[in-house]
């Protein structure tokens, strides 16, 4: 019997992660489909509106809508701006301009080896050699692709090209900060739900002025934006980020976050069968360096002790 039930939750398991990878990746995909209706800005106002929304009406239900407090909330508003508005606009902006969503999730993955490399400054210690060499080889990696495909005699295009590394600082500065927040004794983490919901209000502030003055706020209201914001909110907002929570009460932090590394390929993969995005062979070649740069941020050396004599 615990034998089956072991075999049972593994293949739970297996289907949560395999869902998870999924819904996560296919956000990529939905925006893709959701921009030529409308600007990065104003898809994000909406979108984190809607959700913001909807976790407040569940909220509510559940009787865990709460203020904890300004020292409990404001981190949760700055990880919101940084992790879910600066990051996902510096996405958006950049496949809007044209750059692929398999080219754009690459350069994202950056993110993991950056924080591996500089979380010795948050935690005090020194920074292990492996970590420093997987972010040159992941950033090659990234560099590979986007060198091979950019045309620099066209500054627009160069910027568009750049822009993803914004999302890439914006996230990495968001997961250090968290990681100083777990390190202080008297830090009480928020319960999901309400986390994001607090986030989900600071993304609405953070790309409301661009959103409304650049864009105007304009959308052209048809059944496939409808369908694309729909998936946005409901698949990935909502479904991906609970079954992450389902997971990591599951299986460890850490196996969840090493599902992001997926990200790249399952994107491309995606990508080519909704647009027909060719994935060239300096794209694999980057995604392969990026791999290895994940290995070496990873990997455990046996540290020796220094012999002492009495």
């Given at each position: 019997m615990a034998k089956n039930s072991r075999q049972m939750n593994g293949k739970s398991n297996l289907g949560l992660i395999v869902g998870f990878v999924l819904l996560w990746n296919s956000g990529f995909i939905g925006a893709e489909y959701g921009l030529p209706y409308t600007g990065p800005f104003t898809l994000l106002f909406y979108r984190y509106i809607a959700l913001a929304s909807l976790l407040c009406i569940y909220l509510l239900l559940a009787k865990q809508l709460q203020w904890t407090g300004w020292k409990n909330v404001w981190p949760q508003l700055l990880n919101g701006a940084l992790a879910h508005g600066v990051w996902l606009g510096c996405v958006l902006i950049a496949i809007d301009y044209g750059v692929p969503a398999g080219i754009v999730a690459l350069v994202v993955a950056l993110q993991p080896l950056a924080t591996g490399a500089l979380s010795g400054l948050v935690t005090g210690e020194s920074t292990p050699w492996n970590r420093w060499l997987g972010l040159f080889i992941g950033f090659a990696g990234v560099a590979i692709p986007v060198l091979f495909r950019v045309d620099f005699d066209n500054a627009e295009e160069v910027f568009a090209w750049l822009i993803p590394l914004g999302s890439v600082v914006a996230i990495t500065i968001a997961t250090l900060f968290q990681r100083r927040l777990n390190l202080e004794k008297d830090y009480e983490p928020m319960h999901g739900g309400l986390s994001l919901f607090y986030q989900s209000i600071a993304t609405v502030f953070a790309v409301a002025l661009p959103a409304i003055f650049l864009e105007r706020l304009e959308v052209q209201w048809n059944l496939a934006f409808i369908l694309s914001m729909s998936w946005l909110i409901m698949a990935v907002s909502l479904g991906a980020y609970s079954l992450m929570w389902?997971?990591?009460?599951?299986?460890?932090?850490?196996?969840?976050?090493?599902?992001?590394?997926?990200?790249?390929?399952?994107t491309m993969v995606m990508a080519w069968i909704a647009f027909g995005d060719e994935v060239e062979a300096v794209d694999l070649i980057g995604l392969s360096l990026v791999m290895l740069g994940v290995i070496l941020t990873y990997m455990k050396y046996p540290f020796r002790r220094r012999q002492t004599t009495d």
């Open positions: 389902v997971l990591i009460h599951r299986i460890d932090a850490t196996r969840v976050a090493a599902l992001f590394y997926l990200g790249p390929p399952v």
